[in-house]
Structures are given as C-alpha cells and as structure tokens.
C-alpha cells in the first residue's frame, strides 16, 4: 500500500516528469522493498492483451493477494477498478510509516490516521512473517539502542547473537572492514527458526506472534506490540492455536487497505509503464 492509499505511486521512479532521489520509493523505509520489475513484466503482458485498461495499482493489489497465497496465506477478494496516481510522496513515506525503532504509541497512532484499531494494527503487522528485513533496520537494537552504545537490553543473549551473526556484513562495512558475508537482509524465518544462515522467506503462518510472546521479535516497534496489554491480548490470541484466528482477522484487514482511499473514475490515470506517468495527465 501506498501511503495516500492502493496508487501504486511507490513503484514511480518519475513523478509529474522530474527524475528525482525524492520519490517514494527512495524514502528510507521502502529502499529494501523488492519486486518491482515482477510488476513491470506483468504490466508488460497486460498491456498487450488490453492496452490503458488495467493500472498498475490493481496489478499490485493482485500481486500481493496471490503472493500471499502461493506462501500458504489466506484467500481475500481483490476488487479492481483503481487508477494510477501521477505523482510520488516521498515527504509522506518518511513520515506516515511507523520508524522500525518507534514505541507503541507511534505505531498505533500512524495505523489510526488510517482508520485501523489495535486489533487491526496487530493483523496487518502479521505480514512481517514472511520475507527478509533489511539489517539497517535492526543495527539499532543490536548495537546503539536509544543512543546508548549497547544492545537493546530486552534482546534474549541467544536471540541478539543470531541476529548479530546475520547481519555481520553491514556491521564490519560500518567499521571500515572488509565484508565477511552477504548478508544484506535477515530472514524472519532464519532468526526465528534459531538457524544460522539466510533462506528464503518461510510459509505464512503464526509464528510471526509465537515469537513476539517470546521476545524474539527482529524489528523493536513489533516486539513493542507485546508492551501494552490493549495489542498483547491479540498477539497472544494469534500466537495460540492453529492460527485461523490470524488468518480470518489478516484477510479481512486486507480488503480494508486494499482500498483506502483509491483513486477511481476520472481520478489520476492508467499508467502504460508502471515506473512513469504519463505526462500531460
């Protein structure tokens, strides 16, 4: 999702004809996002079955509906008919997505400004169960928590030195030394599984909640949802059980911000390549 809605303006590369490093996608917190020349190859075929008529913000919210599913996740309705924005939001990526470092409060608050309650917070964050996360967002933890120079002191000894050993590249690149590893990412399911070496991302499923009761959440901000009682409760409720709890909340929650404030009717455009608009819209 966008953070002006399913625009699909975080996949522009141009927006309103200026080439910039002040597109949304540039923001700090999309940097690491991947996927994009799948979307581009989809576009291309759609484009030639039925030119101008299919934006690239229903391929995206198709894409990660279907996504969802080949990992083992819950089927959700898409609906289509959403057109493309002519423009990035760079200003507003820096500052309407929750900062992996930021506390409860934060989190909740930015989730609010879109119309999701705790409960909802808590399912959508759900996604975090598969896929890697950028190591940049966890050096924090591991290192320097709150300025401090020392690790997050509610990292488990065992849980900080998986992590540590994971991330070992960005950490030697940082202090002038040769890269030992490529590690750019961690896999949620690397460190979860108490394993020592990357892997793709693991089957959609709770242990994403599992291990925050535990405290072994990658990203402070999720650990953060085991802080207060009012999202604990529903982490603790996905976390047991076989997970159909989470699944029925995370679908549902799904088709809400599948679409949030779309664009449709005569509302931005449908973009013949998804990195550009078209120019004179």
């Given at each position: 999702?966008?953070?002006?809605?399913?625009?699909?303006?975080?996949?522009?590369?141009d927006?309103?004809?200026?080439?910039?490093?002040?597109?949304?996608?540039?923001?700090?917190?999309?940097?690491?996002?991947k996927?994009?020349?799948?979307?581009?190859?989809?576009?291309?075929?759609?484009?030639?079955?039925c030119?101008?008529v299919?934006?690239?913000?229903?391929?995206?919210?198709?894409a990660?509906?279907?996504?969802?599913?080949?990992?083992?996740?819950?089927?959700y309705?898409?609906?289509?008919?959403r057109?493309?924005?002519?423009?990035s939001y760079f200003?507003e990526?820096?500052?309407e997505?929750?900062?992996?470092?930021?506390?409860?409060?934060?989190?909740?608050?930015?989730f609010g400004?879109?119309?999701?309650d705790?409960?909802e917070?808590v399912?959508?964050l759900?996604?975090?169960n598969i896929?890697?996360i950028?190591?940049?967002?966890?050096?924090n933890?591991?290192y320097?928590?709150?300025?401090t120079g020392?690790?997050?002191?509610?990292?488990?000894?065992?849980?900080?030195?998986?992590?540590?050993i994971?991330?070992?590249?960005?950490?030697d690149?940082?202090?002038g030394?040769?890269?030992t590893?490529?590690?750019?990412?961690i896999?949620e399911?690397?460190?979860f599984?108490?394993?020592?070496s990357?892997?793709?991302?693991?089957g959609?499923d709770?242990?994403?909640?599992?291990?925050l009761?535990r405290?072994?959440g990658?990203l402070?901000s999720?650990q953060?949802?085991?802080a207060?009682?009012k999202?604990?409760?529903?982490?603790r409720?996905?976390?047991f059980?076989?997970?159909?709890?989470?699944?029925?909340?995370?679908?549902?929650?799904?088709?809400?911000?599948?679409?949030?404030?779309?664009?449709?009717?005569f509302?931005?455009?449908v973009?013949?390549n998804?990195?550009?608009?078209l120019?004179?819209?």
């Open positions: 999702m966008s953070v002006q809605g399913c625009d699909a303006s975080v996949i522009l590369t927006s309103k004809g200026e080439r910039s490093n002040f597109t949304e996608r540039q923001a700090v917190p999309n940097r690491t996002l996927g994009f020349d799948i979307i581009d190859l989809i576009k291309e075929e759609v484009e030639k079955a030119p101008g299919v934006s690239c913000a229903d391929i995206l919210a198709l990660t509906r279907d996504g969802i599913l080949l990992v083992g996740g819950p089927f309705p898409v609906f289509t008919g057109r493309d924005s002519i423009q200003n990526a820096v500052a997505i929750p900062n992996p470092d930021g506390n409860l409060s934060e989190t909740l608050f930015l400004l879109k119309g999701f705790e409960r917070t399912s959508l759900g996604a975090h896929g890697k950028s190591c940049e967002f966890i050096q933890r591991l320097n928590f709150l300025g020392q690790p997050d002191p509610s990292v488990p000894l065992d849980f900080l030195n998986e992590m540590r994971n991330c070992q590249e960005i950490r690149s940082s202090n030394m040769s890269p590893a490529t590690n750019p990412c896999s399911s690397t460190v599984q108490g394993l020592t990357i892997s793709s991302g693991a959609f709770n242990h994403f909640y599992q291990n009761v405290g072994r990658l402070f999720d953060q949802l085991m207060d009682e999202t604990a409760r529903y982490v409720d996905y976390a059980g076989n997970g159909s709890a989470f699944r029925t909340d995370f679908a549902r929650d799904m088709v809400k911000i599948s679409v949030l404030d779309v664009l449709t009717g509302q931005g455009q973009r013949t998804c990195s550009l608009p120019y004179g819209s």
